[in-house]
């Protein structure tokens, strides 16, 4: 009984072992900050290519703002020249008219014809909305596994 018992405080006292220990217990908890912190970037150059290609989607409409067709395939191209990526992206673009600073119209009721109430004709403006529902990689607990990311741009623009 005095040898186990001997043996026993042996190897309590030995701490040999620890680090391996320390490292085991820390590990997954690194690994697990370092997937969300990748996770977060990947999400915020997303981000960052929607409002690019939101506003490279602008620069296509100044040609004709009306052209809802060729300013979604800018802003298309402009994200991504995969088209597995194209798909997840939707664009909305409309033209605005403003007479005296107050909208008269919006959409298709904004033409070329559209005149203010003195006969003059208005100012036009050109918005493009770009939303992505971006997938995260790892499945996080607490947290949603797609978000949904838009862009906005906007800009006087002549007809």
Do not use: H
Not at 9 to 27: H, I, Q, Y
Not at 72 to 90: G, I
């Amino acid at each position: 009984m005095r040898k186990f018992v001997t043996g026993l405080k042996r190897f309590l006292r030995d701490n040999s072992g620890s680090p391996a220990v320390e490292f085991a217990l820390t590990a997954p908890i690194l690994l697990m900050l370092t997937c969300g912190l990748i996770d977060f970037g990947l999400a915020v150059r997303a981000k960052s290519d929607i409002e690019a290609a939101a506003r490279a989607g602008l620069q296509k409409g100044f040609g004709n703002i009306w052209d809802k067709d060729a300013i979604s395939v800018a802003v298309k191209n402009a994200y991504s020249t995969d088209t597995a990526k194209q798909d997840n992206v939707t664009v909305d673009s409309f033209a605005s008219c403003y007479c005296d600073g107050s909208m008269t119209g919006s959409g298709d009721s904004c033409t070329k014809t559209t005149t203010c109430g003195g006969g003059g004709y208005p100012d036009y403006y050109l918005t493009v909305n770009v939303t992505e529902q971006y997938s995260m990689l790892l499945d996080y607990f607490l947290f949603p596994d797609t978000l949904s990311l838009s862009a906005n741009a906007m800009a006087r623009a002549q007809p």
